[in-house]
């Protein structure tokens, strides 16, 4: 069965299971929890599931009401919404960096060499010292994480080093470290508005572009691309996060039945994250693309040096110690 089939069967058994405990749990307390990803996404199925979870660790004393689709505001509407008071929950990543510097560590090209690294930093030290300046500066909690999907070069031809760049013409975010980082790595990149990016690569203005797996299928890009070249060059995570004032108000034994809802939230998650990318390359080849193994290591090598220049000075030496470990 596709991930995609399960997902969606997945999505209408937690709706009814979320709107039966929403209905037992409404004459105590409801929990509202908002976030900008559609119906079918993992992150979704995943706040689903913590609303499950909660409900069934406290008897259904606590529901979870899910609202996805940005549906009561945008990402900046709804952290602003629970230091408020007016927003439980959300799912939210570097925009937190707008209060916690150390935020921006959630998606430092090459910072990561694998998943399980990436693990490691977000369940470490590290991301012990990010969730505390996050709860103290921003008095917003985060209480699990879930994996994004690592992006990934696409192009029409093999580009294994970072010498094959060759200065390749490719759309990049208008984000300054991105821009500075393929530029040390030998491209000519451009910021480019998304909506655009298809044409372009049509009609050749622009060579390549990267994202993630999920999102070169679904921009259909295997159509005007026919290599997908395994950069991984940016691994992150996003956190499923509570207001500080809703934690606060929770006894000792609903705060542990919280955490425990998100640690069986965040392990469902990742399943499904995983199913997806395995799903996500079949289909990618499938339609035809080829995908290219590269050499990872050279690649942060000549990344290094524009990264660190690029991060705040209070990230800069753990940021430094990652592309050394």
Do not use: C
Not at 175 to 188: C, M, N, Q, R, T
Not at 268 to 287: C, P
Request: proline letters at 4%.
């Amino acid at each position: 069965m596709s991930v995609t089939t399960t997902l969606t069967k997945l999505l209408a058994a937690g709706a009814l299971l979320a709107t039966v405990a929403t209905g037992a749990a409404a004459q105590e307390r409801t929990l509202r929890l908002g976030h900008l990803a559609n119906e079918t996404n993992s992150w979704h199925l995943a706040a689903v599931r913590f609303a499950e979870e909660l409900s069934s660790l406290t008897d259904g004393r606590i529901a979870v009401e899910v609202f996805p689709n940005s549906s009561i505001g945008t990402e900046m509407d709804l952290l602003n919404g629970m230091q408020l008071g007016t927003v439980d929950m959300t799912i939210t990543g570097e925009s937190l960096q707008n209060w916690a510097p150390m935020a921006a560590l959630l998606a430092v090209p090459y910072a990561y060499r694998a998943t399980e690294h990436m693990d490691e930093v977000a369940s470490g030290e590290i991301g012990d010292q990010i969730e505390a300046q996050i709860i103290e500066n921003a008095q917003i909690r985060p209480v699990a994480y879930f994996a994004r999907g690592p992006r990934n070069l696409t192009s029409n031809r093999a580009i294994p080093t970072p010498d094959d760049l060759n200065g390749l013409r490719m759309r990049v975010p208008n984000v300054p470290l991105f821009i500075d980082v393929w530029s040390a790595l030998g491209a000519a990149p451009g910021p480019m508005a998304f909506s655009e990016v298809f044409t372009s690569l049509q009609n050749g203005t622009i060579e390549s572009q990267e994202n993630p797996l999920a999102l070169i299928r679904s921009a259909s890009f295997y159509e005007v691309q026919s290599h997908v070249n395994l950069t991984e060059h940016v691994r992150s995570w996003i956190y499923l996060a509570l207001a500080e004032s809703t934690w606060q108000s929770l006894s000792e034994e609903d705060q542990a039945a919280v955490m425990e809802a998100a640690a069986r939230a965040q392990a469902y998650e990742r399943d499904l994250f995983e199913q997806s990318l395995a799903e996500d390359r079949a289909f990618l080849e499938e339609n035809g693309m080829t995908f290219v193994e590269v050499d990872g290591a050279a690649y942060a090598a000549a990344a290094r040096d524009a990264v660190l220049a690029n991060v705040s000075d209070e990230i800069r030496p753990i940021v430094a110690s990652l592309f050394g470990e």
